[in-house]
């Protein structure tokens, strides 16, 4: 029983960092059209690195050798998803390319965790996973925006989808060893150094005003910092697969707030879709609730 209230607390915990992550789109569609996204992406990591330092600052020492190869790797995959995820998108689209990089990081998460455990998720987190995948991935269809199938764009989504799952795995891992904060300090000052040159080169010199600073702090605090506190929290109660598969939260928060503050119009589908993803994710917490007690 105590075992299933932990996850409990751990599902509770990432679906708050899901509903942290679902406020970037909205926050972004503040910033001017005069900063690049790759510098938002790169500049977010900066500054949650930066939340990160504040709070392991006075932290005691830690004893025992530093697990550098699964940082290093954690690091990366947080780079590589935040650049490959900006770039899927701008080849196929933003309703094709989130739902292709949102959609597949689920799956990729089974997968990994398949290879890494040696055994199948249950049938009942697949079939959650499946419906919240599906659910989705009409959701994005069903706000519209354009469709290109590009050959390179749908490989670069694909791309990020995996990078997150693998991220994820690797820092469930990690948080165990290093704790939370450290954890996220390593991760993301090691995805920041990749991805400021990155955006420098993809982006080009930067041009940031008072009022994209203002969106690039809230990013970098709240939807980076925060959130991800949260999230690394979580994963300490709960299987990465499901970490990620209750990522998908993020878009139901997104809908919401599209909805709400935004004033979009929503299709048919769209609203289908929202209800499958909640669905879906509450088979998921089932699922690992009853895996745990």
Same mark, same amino acid.
């Given at each position: 029983?105590?075992?299933?209230?932990?996850?409990?607390?751990?599902?509770?915990?990432?679906?708050?960092?899901? &509903?942290?992550?679902?406020?970037?789109? %909205?926050?972004?569609?503040?910033?001017?059209?005069?900063?690049? $996204?790759?510098?938002?992406?790169?500049?977010?990591?900066?500054?949650?690195?930066?939340?990160?330092?504040?709070?392991?600052?006075?932290?005691?020492?830690?004893?025992?050798?530093? $697990? #550098?190869?699964? &940082?290093?790797?954690?690091?990366?995959?947080?780079?590589?998803?935040?650049?490959?995820?900006?770039?899927?998108?701008?080849?196929?689209?933003?309703?094709?390319?989130?739902?292709?990089?949102?959609?597949?990081?689920?799956?990729?998460?089974?997968?990994? =965790?398949?290879? =890494?455990?040696?055994?199948?998720?249950?049938?009942?987190? #697949?079939?959650? %996973?499946?419906?919240?995948?599906?659910?989705?991935?009409?959701?994005?269809?069903?706000?519209?925006?354009?469709?290109?199938?590009?050959?390179?764009?749908?490989?670069?989504?694909?791309?990020?989808?995996?990078?997150?799952?693998?991220?994820?795995?690797?820092?469930? =891992?990690?948080?165990?060893? !290093?704790?939370?904060?450290?954890?996220?300090?390593?991760?993301?000052?090691?995805?920041?150094?990749?991805?400021? $040159?990155?955006?420098?080169?993809?982006?080009?010199?930067?041009?940031?005003?008072?009022?994209?600073?203002?969106?690039?702090?809230?990013?970098?605090?709240?939807? %980076?910092?925060?959130?991800?506190?949260?999230?690394?929290?979580?994963?300490?109660?709960?299987?990465?697969? %499901?970490?990620?598969?209750?990522?998908?939260? *993020?878009?139901?928060?997104?809908?919401?707030?599209?909805?709400?503050?935004?004033? *979009?119009?929503?299709?048919? !589908?769209? #609203?289908?879709?929202?209800?499958?993803?909640?669905?879906?994710?509450?088979?998921?917490?089932?699922? *690992? !609730?009853?895996?745990?007690?």
């Amino acid at each position: 029983m105590n075992d299933a209230r932990h996850s409990a607390r751990g599902i509770a915990l990432v679906l708050a960092a899901a &509903m942290l992550w679902g406020t970037t789109g %909205t926050a972004q569609s503040l910033a001017p059209a005069t900063l690049s $996204p790759y510098w938002v992406g790169a500049l977010r990591l900066v500054i949650g690195s930066g939340f990160f330092a504040l709070l392991a600052w006075g932290a005691p020492a830690r004893s025992g050798p530093w $697990p #550098w190869a699964r &940082m290093l790797l954690a690091g990366a995959c947080v780079a590589v998803y935040n650049l490959s995820f900006f770039a899927g998108v701008r080849q196929s689209g933003v309703a094709l390319g989130t739902a292709i990089a949102i959609g597949s990081g689920p799956i990729w998460a089974g997968l990994l =965790q398949t290879v =890494q455990a040696r055994r199948l998720p249950p049938p009942l987190w #697949w079939l959650g %996973t499946l419906v919240s995948v599906a659910g989705g991935v009409a959701m994005a269809l069903g706000q519209g925006g354009g469709l290109h199938l590009s050959a390179a764009g749908v490989a670069l989504c694909l791309l990020a989808g995996l990078a997150y799952a693998a991220y994820t795995l690797a820092n469930k =891992q990690l948080v165990l060893v !290093l704790g939370t904060v450290r954890t996220n300090l390593a991760v993301f000052g090691s995805a920041a150094l990749v991805s400021v $040159p990155a955006a420098w080169a993809l982006g080009g010199a930067l041009q940031a005003g008072a009022s994209s600073w203002a969106v690039v702090l809230f990013l970098g605090l709240v939807s %980076t910092g925060l959130a991800y506190l949260l999230f690394t929290s979580g994963l300490r109660h709960i299987s990465g697969a %499901t970490g990620v598969t209750l990522a998908l939260g *993020e878009p139901v928060t997104a809908f919401v707030l599209a909805v709400l503050v935004v004033g *979009e119009p929503q299709q048919l !589908l769209a #609203w289908l879709g929202l209800a499958g993803v909640i669905a879906g994710l509450w088979v998921v917490a089932w699922a *690992e !609730l009853r895996a745990q007690s």
